[in-house]
């Protein structure tokens, strides 16, 4: 791991501006996602805009915090804006409670936070696939494989599995400079059972950028900015409820102190070396309530 860590911080010291990089990316795309303003009643929007200045005002009184405390908060807001972090900072320090509440009633697989990196319409790629990589591709080979079923164990054929995760630096493609467009994402149709075999490689673990707003609070904190290694998924069927999760890897860095609190035991993956000696595969199963 020291070894990979000193690959990210090279990798991140020849990268000027990171952190506005990948911050007005995530802008961007955040925005082209979110095109119609969401109706949301007077009521509903007083609600829960007075419940949450509320409980900001008791932080206030509980802590006694002074003028000086609170001109700092206003210029470091400010700095959010301006380096383009709002995405990453909610991502990291909000999704993960939002998720849980949307998910409570699940039965089948459970759910993870999106972060601010996925990217639509990935190229569409058959149940036996590799993902989109560059030829010299670092990191250790894996094979992930397993089956879409209905919660009442139904094979649900041809539904869509799309992954998209970081590379062997812990960078993502279309948020970091000189990586191809699709690198490392793709739209997975699985066969008539459900089954889809995809090769990637096993990414590594990732760092907030240090380089803005989020590093600052991280670093005034002296809090861990990273997160552990993980895989994005979005798993879909006709039908069925859309999963947006994470898979991690067991006994991997961060695991256990994932900045983003988005880790679930249930996530964990234990990938086993394959036979031909060609890296590793894991097998995971994905259960979608109906819509
Ligand atoms: C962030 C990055 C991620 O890769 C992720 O999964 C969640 C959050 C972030 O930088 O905010
Ligand atoms: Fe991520």
Redesign the pocket.
Known sequence: MTQQLDHATDLHDATVARAADSGANATAQFQAKQKAAVAVSKERVSEVATAALTALHEVIRDKQVTYEEYDALKAWMIAVGQDGEWP?FL??WVEHVVEEVANADREGSKGS?E???YVPDAPALPARATLPQRDDEAGTPLRFQGQVRAVDGTPLGGALVELWH?DDAGFYSQFAPGIPEWNLRGSITADDEGRFWIDTVQPAP?Q?PTDGSCGRLIDAAGWSAW?PA?L?LKVSAPGHRLITT?LYFEGGEYVANDI?SAVKPELVLAPTPRADGQGDKVTYDFVLDPA
């Open positions: 990453l991502d990291v936070i972060g601010p990196y970081a990732y907030i997160r993980h994005h994470q983003a």
